[in-house]
């Protein structure tokens, strides 16, 4: 029942995204109007209706789901509900928040000053806590791609 | 040339060509770009032997890091992705790359000698191909949608319909209007596939992989024991013919690509296959059916290139300037005028074919090696690896902002059990479908009994239909087997 519970969640926001999309985004931001064949805003306004389609079909089905469960169901057990937002989520949050913090200091100070910080953080919170480790990885790795790409390859990283 | 310096031509291009695609953000395409300036000197049988040896490498590459890391190295390889993974998670990353490149090996000999053969002819084919069969082959291929949904047919529509708005984001086809570029220039352009698919499949893999601590001491991917036996292979056989002659097919016609090939040609193996719920599980036809599908392409793709002068894809592309630049000119003339050269060519094709097998063999035992680092190595390193290769690809900070979105997008989309196969394909297929469908429809003054009117377009139309049709049975019988 948690699974259809997420279901509808989702349902609900891709039903408003597709309304808002229909109605404010494409009559402002897809121009221009065909006088033979299909206009530019046909197959966005078409993708849109499948969109608020489906999404209702969603959250249709799996309430129907849910409400054929309750009927069924032991009211003694119960599923256990499991948070969407728990620790293993504010982890995921701080590497998305390590690599936001990359690319700001890699467009400002360039690949080779940023990236063994990064990659030793990133190493950190995926739970390496040796140093000298973390050390030799991120310093000999950020060389190898370093002399591999800028200097091998001709990529400029800066 | 069968010398020693074109030997050692096709192995610096095979290697290299496996490098370039094993690393994600790098490509076939990007390889051969760079290699271009180092044959200005060489004569051209030598040339295209290293140019070729790389195209043919990189379509191999890309399956290495899609099998151990979940990270296709180049779009053709995002299939290889749905049973290689698995495989390697089970202890079997040795028996799918080797499968991988075994597939790669025979399929891309099979079009290579129907290269050598029928490659006039086959041109005169798809020559044939107008709009309306472009776009009635695109619908065709977005029947793979439902057999890449999983569970949920209506959350596979979804992610394919979400993917196709997203496909709609850049300037009109036909207009040149902007639409939904927000007044941001470098939406004009679109999204960059390589973007959307190192995002979707590499970075959310990463944001994945961060949930869950690991010990320091802890491997990531069981080592493998054993590779690819007799047994194997012959399960196989079928599955690479099948991808074969859906390469060579699709390959030949100029603007498709290699990765509508491997999406089709694994569509089919699984529609057709005894078992197909246990595709996606890590069946080794599926990484078979990816892969031969994928580097079947790449002589399909030379035949509208060699016979006419037209490129199959962005790689033959490419490689028509190489052949500028050596002063010959690809199409009937290039037979007549240079066919010493053109047959010094073939013979460098096959014998790139023999070495990508030794190669390959042992890049995979190189590769392997990644599954001795502990996790918390293998995915730092695979982050900013995609950060690289992302900048790398257009110079453009905004690539990596969009990957980090996409990167978002998919590890939503996986922790609600959205599949990321079907936004993949739409992505890839929509801009080509929809400019086919206007086309047609400018050219029939709007009717769309153009579809249905053309022979060719005709039989793609009833393909899909039946294609849909059977993928419905396979669905309800996989549930009522559940």
């Known amino acids: ?158 | 040339m069968l010398t020693l310096g074109n030997l050692f031509a096709v192995i610096i291009g095979v290697s290299f060509g496996i490098f370039m695609g094993a690393i994600p953000g790098l490509t076939g395409t990007m390889g051969i770009a760079l290699i271009i300036p180092m044959t200005y000197f060489l004569d051209p049988i030598t040339a295209f032997a290293i140019l070729l040896g790389t195209y043919k490498g990189c379509l191999f590459g890309g399956s290495i890091p899609a099998i151990l890391i979940n990270t296709p190295g180049t779009p053709a390889a995002a299939v290889t992705v749905f049973d290689g993974y698995p495989m390697a998670q089970q202890g079997k990353a040795g028996k799918a790359m080797g499968i991988a490149l075994y597939s790669s090996v025979i399929a891309d000999a099979f079009t290579t000698i129907c290269l050598i053969f029928i490659a006039v002819w086959l041109a005169k084919i798809a020559l044939r191909f107008g709009p309306p069969e472009y776009a009635t082959l695109i619908i065709f291929s977005l029947t793979i949608v439902a057999s890449v949904s999983g569970k949920s047919l209506i959350k596979g529509l979804l992610a394919a319909i979400v993917g196709f708005l997203f496909g709609t984001i850049g300037l009109d086809p036909m207009l040149s209007t902007p639409r939904f570029t927000f007044g941001v220039v470098y939406l004009l352009s679109g999204i960059p596939m390589m973007v959307v698919m190192i995002g979707l499949f590499a970075i959310s893999e990463v944001l994945i992989q961060a949930e869950h601590k690991e010990k320091e001491s802890a491997t990531y991917i069981p080592v493998s024991k054993g590779g690819v036996t007799w047994e194997d292979l012959k399960s196989c056989l079928t599955t690479i013919l099948r991808g074969s002659l859906i390469g060579l097919g699709i390959g030949a016609i100029p603007g498709i690509g290699a990765t509508p090939s491997s999406f089709l040609t694994y569509s089919e193996t699984r529609r057709v296959s005894k078992h197909p719920e246990q595709f996606g599980r890590g069946a080794i036809q599926g990484v078979a059916a990816a892969e031969s599908g994928n580097n079947a392409v790449c002589g399909g793709a030379l035949i509208p290139l060699m016979a006419l002068g037209i490129p199959g894809d962005i790689t033959t592309a490419v490689l028509l300037g190489a052949f500028m630049i050596h002063g010959l000119t690809p199409g009937p003339i290039l037979f007549e005028e240079h066919s010493e050269i053109v047959y010094g060519i073939f013979a460098g094709l096959l014998m790139a074919n023999l070495l990508l097998l030794v190669i390959g063999s042992q890049s995979i035992k190189l590769f392997s090696l990644i599954t001795k680092l502990p996790k918390s190595v293998i995915f730092p390193v695979t982050a900013i690896l995609c950060t690289i290769g992302v900048y790398g690809f257009n110079n453009s900070f905004f690539d990596l902002w969009v990957m980090l979105l996409f990167g978002v997008i998919g590890y939503l989309m996986r922790k609600y059990d959205f599949p990321l196969a079907p936004l993949l394909i739409a992505f890839i297929l929509e801009p080509i479908g929809e400019r086919a469908i206007r086309q047609s429809l400018i050219l029939s003054g709007g009717s769309p009994l153009i579809f249905v009117t053309r022979p060719i377009s005709a039989f793609f139309l009833f393909l899909a239909v039946v294609s849909i049709f059977i993928l419905f049975s396979v669905r309800k019988k996989t549930k009522l087997l559940n």
């Open chain 1, 1 to 158: 029942m948690v699974i259809e519970k997420k279901d509808i969640k989702i349902g609900i926001i891709l039903l408003i995204s597709s309304v808002i999309n229909y109605n404010i985004i494409i009559p402002r931001y897809v121009r221009g109007r065909a006088f033979t064949g299909l206009s530019p805003n046909f197959f966005p306004e078409l993708a849109t209706i499948l969109l608020g389609i489906f999404s209702l079909a969603l959250i249709l089905t799996r309430w129907y789901s849910i409400y054929n469960k309750k009927k069924k169901e032991d009211n003694k057990r119960k599923e256990k509900e499991v948070e969407i937002v728990s620790y293993e989520n504010y982890r995921v949050l701080i590497t998305i928040t390590i690599i936001f913090i990359y690319f700001i200091l890699f467009e400002h100070f360039g690949f080779l000053w940023t990236t063994p910080i990064i990659l030793a953080l990133l190493m950190f919170c995926f739970g390496m806590r040796n140093s000298k480790r973390i050390l030799f990885f991120s310093i000999m790795t950020t060389v190898i791609l370093f002399f591999l790409f800028e200097k091998g390859l001709k990529i400029p990283l800066h």
